[in-house]
């Protein structure tokens, strides 16, 4: 019901929305919450575990019971709160946790079972048959107990992330959080003021209270003018800060475009924000907790602060009777404000006998509320008075159990909470609160001229931090009101008393839970899962833990607190991860051939962050292996070219370059030739393979090291580390040059035929012979050509500035299909390695020494190298090694699996008699079988020997005789033709 | 536009024809508009990595700047101006954007040519900062970022160098293969802080 002339909405703006397909109308400025107040809905939602029909206990972020789904299908949100989400013209919200509906909900029934749907029941009910508890009860239990649903699909919203950066950070703009925000901007700090709400000003827009000499509002306007005129202010409100993280990093949600009717459509709905600030300033205020009263989560039962809120701020009446029941003197001022706006109070309740109450409606101290009635509104509430039980007829119950401080955000870098006897609530503890100054509620300053001064003092401590000088700071005039509490944390009666609306947890179960002697507060919480709803316990915690206190004979300082973690609020993954959505998630790099290989149909392959061409079909080839086999059969034959740009290419220079190569491969390269490549081994500190690769003197202090696609950024880190932690008296500068070089193989017996036709200077074999290298020109481009190969065919590696490489490539390509050769893939490359047996990382894969890959004479025995000594250790050398070996089929050809492990010929294929694995298999077009690289035991002794192969994965056992792993030209002849 | 396939016919010094087309890293990714804000290519200039050898700081710095007029600079700093660049580039390391290095440089520093390396582009306008402060973890804002100051950071995944070479205009450097990830991230940002 509205109240004529109260609250702070346009009355002249009318809103249309729906709820649960009932269409209303609320006022620009309105929550749903408080337009569905207005509109005399009661029910907003069922409970969790009972199904009890539940209305609106809170009017902020806290609230338990009003959770919506907003929006439909993959647009749809679960989980709103009804009191933080604006109405919009259009808005659609639906009511969540009932079926068929929110009037008549079936699993409602629950409620009538409640006796034995306590406490971990179904922990101690459904043990048996211990299988059905995954298959059966649980998903049952998890249908019947619930939340909104996401919908299943892609949610197709746009998020946002960004980062923002200030000297003082101020969360919560209530009164201490507007003081400070102003002390600080007056100093000139560069200053964020965050605030939850779409209005700024926290309890001064819930109150009637005036600020000097006004209402308090009007204040709130002109700090806030003030704030906006300044260029070193930003005020971010709907923005809840939700964590504190190391260095003064704080996550903070904002909501963008959840409150608009049409939003534009690239805009984001919710941006997460990662704020760096040199201080903070904690004003988040404080929340008022609820008494634990038999039947208190009807309908109508409502804390007595929202009640003025949607009084003061919205102009609503929770009620046409009300009656308010609270065990301090705040509580008061909801009858006073109410009676004031014209609302009958039925009651005012105080549970301390001495209290002091005034009012013109009935009194009533030292009483208590026992009961009431009502299904789904409240309709009757029963006193307890010192002459006997009265009864009351009301629509709603006001209540306030005191005042517990916002202090969650303290507690996230580790800080404990600390009990306080004079507003018996906990505060943040100020030795755990580096760089976070807790001002006015939330450091337990209930009144607000000390949340005024609180806030101006611990701006002034944070601007001392910050080295800036403090501005003289006079005070509006405030009310002062001393903040009187006698804690009553629980009314005992036969009948349930919620602590945990949102999860539905009562008296009785904490009471269980101590009586299962699950009696520390962590215990009791996940016992009787108190704490852990999407409201994270800001209603019940500290009710819970006086209960728990009660039954265990403890103070509540004795028996603690569990601690707060982030997020403040819930924070969907979709706005922390967004930027990681889709493509975001991985950069994509792309070689100077990609357009072209694309043209040509050839699949990508992802190798690392590279897209690489795993083959190029032609015309009549229908699958990847017919491409493959041309391919092979095209580079022994004739000449085929290959985008080989990915391998890591790391420029070394310097007078002591040659002596850092030496250390860091295993194989000596300081003897190396100008004008010569050599094949180098590296080793890891621990002596297991760390990568192969090409080392290339360009000049005496000049080198060229290639590393392969995979380890190109580890070995670029491995010499970093080196450099600069273990010779850092060596002079060498290394810069990787991976991207500034297209480089393309060019290999098969007809690829100096092709290159002649290309370069400006013709080479023959004599003056560019195997693994020579040089500084070419071709058609007029500076090129670096280097005659190495990994094909075992006569090949070279050109290398041109990448600008110059799509070109290049298109001409290589023309010039190569001229000569009856073309493109080849990665997979092709992949087969004519094999046949080689050359290695990749599916062979040096971590485990693998110098010795296992038949490598160890690589070891120079005349100089230190990284990885020497350890390589020499026990174990790591003998018969016992897995060793590199070939495989091919015995008897006639069958299928070889990449991953299947080796036994003895019709040995069982159990661990205990494993003997190696598959690495490399692949179809030999040049041999026309199977054949395929693997670690064997004592491999190279069993050359001859037939075992088997066997993949459990694909059901695969295969006869294979044990041989060298160089299948193909095992002299090396072709190469050096 | 320069920024689009060409094909050099021009004179090298050896005095052949170039006869392979350039292709921009950019190539029909820019120049990108949206309100308050826009991406293009930086003109295409030699690019060389300047690493000085151990204890050859000062001589090289001199030889900087009787060559090219500009001093080797601090960390988080870059000198010269349009057309003749020196950006720090990391630990010892300055890029030297747009004349051809000096001889004599080579004395004192490893010179490596990285022309192509680094594909640059300039992000300019208004909303500039606020499409940085989307990507960037690093206060780009005018009053912390001056022109002249560079950082090495990352753009969402991509690690990027990035310079305020005007008052609004930053200068942008990724690994080349990465340029079309860079600027969808870039275009994605802008529409973002379009929207708002």
Redesign the interface.
Known sequence: MRIDGKGLIDRSVTVPFAFDGQRYHGFAGDTLASALLANGVRVVGRSFKYHRPRGLLTAGSEEPNALVTVGQGSGATPNLRATTQEIYEGLEAVSQNRWPSLNFDVMAVNDLFSRFLSAGFYYKTFMWPKSFWQRVYEPIIRRSAGLGALSGEPDTARYEQAYAFCDLLVIGAGPAGLMAALTAARAGADVILADEDSRMGGRLLAETEPLDGEAAHIWVARVLDELAAMDNVRLMSRTTVTGVFDGGTYGALEQVTTHLANPAPDAPLEAFWRITAKQAVLATGALERPVAFPMNDRPGVMMAGAVRSYLNRWGVAAGQKVAVFGNNNDAHRTAHDLQEAGVEVVALIDSRANATVTGDFPLFTGAQVINTRGRKSLGEVHVQTASGVEVIEADCLAMSGGWNPTLHLSCHLGGRPVWNDSIHAFVPDPKNCAGLHVAGAAGGVFSTKGALKSGVFRAKEALKALGMKAPSMPLPVAGDAEFAITPLWQVKGRKRAWLDFANDVTTKDVELSARENLASSEHMKRFTTQGMAPDQGKNSNVGALAVLADATGRSIAATGTTTFRPPYVPVPIAATGSAGAGKGFAPERFMTSHDRSLELGAPMIEAGLWYRPSYFPRKGESTWRQACDREVAMVRGAVGVCDVSTLGKIDVQGPDAAAFLDFIYTNRMSSLKVGRVRYGLMLREDGMVMDDGTCARLGPQHFVVTTTTAAAAQVMRHMEFVLQGLRPDWDVRITSTTEQWAQFAVAGPKSRELLNGLLEVQIENDSFPFMACGEVRIKGVDARLFRISYSGEHAYEVAVPARFGAALFDLLLERAQALGGGAYGLEALNVLRIEKGFLTHAEIHGRATAFDLGMARMISPAKDCIGKVMAERPGLKGPLREQLVGLKPAGAAKLMTAGAHLFMQGGEAVSDNDQGFVTSPCYSPTLGHPIALAMLQNGRARHGEVIDIVDHLRRVRTACVVCDPVFYDPDGGRCRG | MWFVIRCFMIL?G?G??????????FEGLLPVEVVGCRIIAAP?EPMH?I?P??GQEKPLSAAMKSAHGMAFPAAGRATGKEGARLVWFGL?QAMLIGPAPDARLSEF??V???????AVLRLQGALAEDVL???????M?A??FKRGQTVRTQL???QVSMTRVGGEVFQIMV????A??LV??LQ?AM??V???
Request: hydrophobic share 40%; charged share 30%.
């Open positions: 090298t050896g052949a024809v170039v006869e392979l087309m350039e292709k921009s890293a295409p990595l690493s050898y151990k010892d520093a490893a490596v040519e990285q022309s192509d390396g680094w402060a989307r990507l960037v973890p690093v206060d804002r009053a912390r969402q995944h991509l690994m080349r293969s990465m079309k990830t969808d991230e994605n529409r973002l379009a929207a708002r």
